[in-house]
């Protein structure tokens, strides 16, 4: 019986630890400006909008189980791939739009950041924004990288706090239920603009360059390890590991997402308060009628997934434009051996803070910013999946019919998500 506990026990902790890129990558999703989304959607439109979660799990599961088995099939990252097989033009393009839209969502997270420390604590808010980018970017630069991933992973956690809220409120589980699973949809434009948001917001190419780029960066950090096109042998082992991770990285992801939109729709639905444009506002707006206990856990959820999020938003621009014109990359490298690579993380990252000092207005930062992921998502999709069915890149790991079923029609929901979104416009 003990030996049975012990082996039970043993295969627990070993699961845990094999979560890692798929976690963090899920739980990035949920940052600041995305807490802000899912919470006007619940405030506007109560839990009218829940059955969208649920619809995306497994599209987000496909397109990033993708992403992941094409940094460790190849051993290089999606923009290197990229890069050797489609023209150069097409390459910096896409890296350029991807860099820009995370430097707008960089400034809106360090922005609201900002703002909910302002609410804890009182001070500046701009002072605190400073605070959090300053302190970031020391992390990314100075910590090892086997190191700062555990800080990650732990940073994860915050997240929980979005889960704890709902079970601060009252909650009629049964009409949840029925309305995720029988939405009740309204083909108005403020209806269909916000689910667009949602779509955009979820689906998000820097997931996708971050995902694959932590795939090789745990390949260079163990000398055991190698690409499957060189280890054939272990790709039973690492496929398993990567469908665990991402199933369990975007089940949290979008488990969180829920209970965001479904904690906003039981108080500020239910209270009135329908017009939600930032998380620090939606956290503020919780006190009075939630208590001090849920305005608190809201707060430091967006402080928590805030600087889990910007190093990812940050990390994955800077992989991005590395591995395009093939610099040197990766966390695990020195600052002085990469310069390049960490001065586009600082670039991305203060380039955000600089962004919170101008009169750009935030809200219309967001919107922008999702234009652009939206935007590039489908082709950076569509040129994701082809090369993950092409022999000549991924050898005899080619994706199956399953995984194409379910990466296409994620790249098919994103283009009709951006057509709905311009045809409202």
Same mark, same amino acid.
């Given at each position: 019986?003990?030996?049975?506990?012990?082996? *039970?026990?043993?295969?627990?902790?070993?699961?845990?630890?094999?979560?890692?890129? /798929?976690?963090?990558?899920?739980?990035?999703?949920?940052?600041?400006?995305? =807490?802000?989304?899912?919470?006007q959607?619940?405030?506007q439109?109560?839990?009218?909008l829940l059955?969208?979660?649920?619809?995306? #799990?497994?599209?987000?599961?496909? =397109?990033?189980?993708?992403?992941?088995?094409?940094?460790?099939?190849?051993?290089?990252?999606?923009?290197?791939?990229?890069?050797?097989?489609?023209?150069?033009?097409?390459?910096?393009?896409?890296?350029?739009?991807?860099?820009?839209?995370?430097?707008?969502?960089?400034?809106?997270?360090?922005?609201? %950041?900002?703002?909910?420390?302002?609410?804890?604590?009182? @001070?500046?808010?701009?002072?605190?924004?400073?605070?959090?980018?300053?302190t *970031?970017? $020391?992390?990314?630069? +100075?910590?090892?990288?086997? !190191?700062?991933? !555990?800080?990650?992973?732990?940073?994860?956690? *915050?997240?929980?706090?979005?889960?704890?809220?709902?079970?601060?409120?009252?909650?009629?589980w049964?009409?949840?239920?029925?309305?995720?699973?029988?939405?009740? $949809?309204?083909?108005?434009?403020? #209806? =269909?603009?916000?689910?667009?948001? +949602?779509?955009?917001?979820?689906?998000?190419?820097?997931?996708?360059?971050?995902?694959a780029s932590q795939?090789?960066?745990? =390949?260079?950090?163990?000398?055991?390890r190698n690409?499957?096109?060189?280890?054939?042998?272990?790709?039973?082992?690492?496929?398993? !590991?990567i469908?665990?991770?991402?199933y369990?990285?975007?089940?949290?992801?979008n488990l969180?997402?829920?209970?965001?939109?479904?904690?906003?729709?039981?108080?500020?639905?239910?209270?009135?308060?329908?017009?939600?444009?930032?998380?620090?506002q939606?956290?503020?707006?919780?006190?009075?009628?939630?208590? &001090?206990?849920?305005?608190?856990?809201?707060?430091? @959820?967006?402080?928590?997934?805030?600087?889990?999020?910007?190093?990812?938003?940050? /990390?994955?621009?800077?992989?991005?434009?590395? &591995?395009?014109f093939?610099?040197? &990359?990766? +966390?695990?490298?020195?600052? !002085?051996?990469?310069?390049?690579?960490?001065?586009?993380?600082?670039?991305?990252?203060?380039?955000g803070?600089?962004?919170?000092?101008?009169?750009?207005?935030?809200?219309?930062?967001?919107?922008?910013?999702?234009?652009?992921? @939206?935007?590039?998502?489908?082709?950076?999709?569509?040129?994701? %999946?082809?090369?993950?069915s092409?022999? &000549?890149?991924?050898?005899?790991?080619?994706?199956?019919?399953?995984?194409?079923?379910?990466?296409? *029609?994620?790249?098919?929901? %994103?283009? $009709?998500?951006?057509?709905?979104?311009?045809?409202i416009?």
């Amino acid at each position: 019986m003990n030996l049975f506990i012990k082996k *039970s026990h043993h295969k627990h902790v070993h699961s845990l630890r094999t979560l890692g890129p /798929g976690l963090i990558t899920g739980a990035a999703d949920d940052d600041p400006s995305g =807490i802000a989304t899912y919470s006007q959607a619940g405030a506007q439109f109560g839990p009218n909008l829940l059955w969208s979660m649920v619809l995306m #799990y497994p599209l987000m599961v496909g =397109i990033q189980i993708v992403s992941a088995r094409i940094g460790i099939v190849t051993g290089k990252g999606l923009a290197e791939n990229i890069r050797d097989m489609f023209p150069r033009w097409l390459c910096v393009s896409l890296i350029l739009l991807l860099l820009i839209a995370n430097t707008i969502n960089i400034a809106a997270d360090i922005a609201a %950041m900002g703002a909910a420390l302002r609410l804890v604590v009182g @001070g500046g808010a701009h002072g605190h924004a400073i605070f959090f980018a300053v302190t *970031s970017l $020391i992390l990314q630069v +100075l910590v090892p990288y086997k !190191r700062y991933v !555990r800080v990650l992973k732990w940073l994860t956690l *915050s997240l929980l706090a979005y889960v704890a809220v709902v079970f601060m409120v009252q909650v009629p589980w049964q009409e949840v239920f029925i309305r995720t699973v029988f939405p009740h $949809i309204t083909f108005s434009a403020e #209806y =269909i603009t916000l689910l667009v948001a +949602l779509f955009g917001t979820t689906i998000s190419p820097y997931l996708f360059f971050w995902q694959a780029s932590q795939e090789v960066e745990d =390949i260079k950090g163990d000398d055991e390890r190698n690409p499957l096109l060189q280890a054939p042998q272990n790709a039973r082992r690492e496929m398993r !590991r990567i469908r665990f991770d991402t199933y369990v990285g975007m089940g949290f992801s979008n488990l969180v997402a829920f209970f965001i939109i479904l904690s906003t729709a039981m108080t500020l639905n239910a209270a009135g308060v329908t017009n939600i444009q930032t998380s620090a506002q939606a956290a503020e707006a919780l006190r009075p009628l939630a208590g &001090e206990v849920t305005f608190l856990l809201f707060s430091l @959820g967006i402080i928590g997934t805030g600087m889990l999020a910007v190093p990812v938003l940050a /990390g994955s621009a800077a992989y991005a434009v590395a &591995e395009c014109f093939h610099w040197p &990359e990766g +966390l695990d490298q020195k600052a !002085r051996a990469a310069k390049r690579f960490y001065g586009i993380i600082a670039l991305a990252t203060l380039g955000g803070v600089v962004l919170d000092f101008t009169s750009i207005d935030p809200v219309q930062a967001l919107i922008w910013s999702a234009v652009i992921n @939206g935007v590039i998502a489908i082709p950076i999709m569509a040129v994701m %999946m082809i090369m993950a069915s092409r022999p &000549e890149i991924m050898g005899a790991f080619v994706i199956k019919k399953k995984l194409r079923i379910l990466g296409w *029609s994620a790249t098919g929901l %994103m283009l $009709i998500t951006v057509i709905t979104m311009f045809a409202i416009w």
